[in-house]
């Protein structure tokens, strides 16, 4: 790729620094989008011999981008995320897929399509620990950032999702367990890291 395409690709791409998510960190401050897509990426990496017919490297690339169309649109939560907000971003995501250049255009498309549709093994996958993260991040943070309908929802959520293998199943149950006794403490379930 040519330097002059190089640059303006990565300038945009910043944005997700700075793109915040509902969730908040143990520290007290909003989580961004680009710091989620890389725990994630990160757990799709530690989890990858779970899954011996998929493709690392298409884990890899799809947890990085999954959330790009997020630089147009910000994180809208997906409880109230509407279809319109949904046609919104794949509008704008699509715009600024046409202005890069072919050989990185039609890669991101691909993977955009393969997340959208849900038919591969990766896809799922990435989906599954998409929001098996989420609910992490949720546990990880302080009590009082939790909407009210996020008691019931983080029991449930992501839960469809994670069928699609008894190891995503056995993860989101870990998952929930922490979250139900982080409800019953109710203070952070974080294991002190400084012990």
């Not at 620094?17 to 799709?44: D, F, I, P, Q, Y």
């Not at 947890?63 to 809208?76: N, P, Q």
């Not at 293998?165 to 409800?183: D, F, M, N, P």
Request: hydrophobic content about 35%; aromatic content about 8%.
């Amino acid at each position: 790729m040519e330097i002059s395409e190089l640059l303006p690709l990565l300038h945009t791409i910043e944005q997700l620094k700075n793109t915040t998510r509902h969730s908040w960190t143990s520290a007290g401050r909003h989580e961004s989008v680009a710091e989620h897509s890389w725990r994630l990426a990160l757990m799709t990496y530690f989890v990858r011999d779970e899954f011996p017919q998929a493709n690392g490297e298409r884990l890899l690339l799809l947890s990085l981008t999954h959330d790009l169309g997020e630089i147009f649109t910000g994180d809208i939560p997906a409880f109230v995320k509407t279809d319109t907000d949904r046609d919104q971003e794949q509008l704008r995501l699509e715009t600024w897929l046409i202005s890069l250049p072919e050989s990185i255009r039609y890669p991101l498309r691909s993977l955009f399509d393969e997340m959208e549709k849900q038919e591969t093994l990766e896809a799922r996958i990435v989906k599954a620990l998409d929001r098996i993260e989420a609910l992490l991040q949720h546990n990880e943070a302080d009590l009082s950032t939790w909407l009210s309908l996020e008691y019931e929802l983080n029991l449930t959520y992501g839960q469809k999702e994670a069928a699609c293998s008894s190891y995503l199943l056995r993860l989101r149950e870990a998952v929930r367990q922490e979250t139900l006794e982080k409800i019953k403490a109710g203070t952070r379930s974080q294991p002190n890291l400084k012990e």
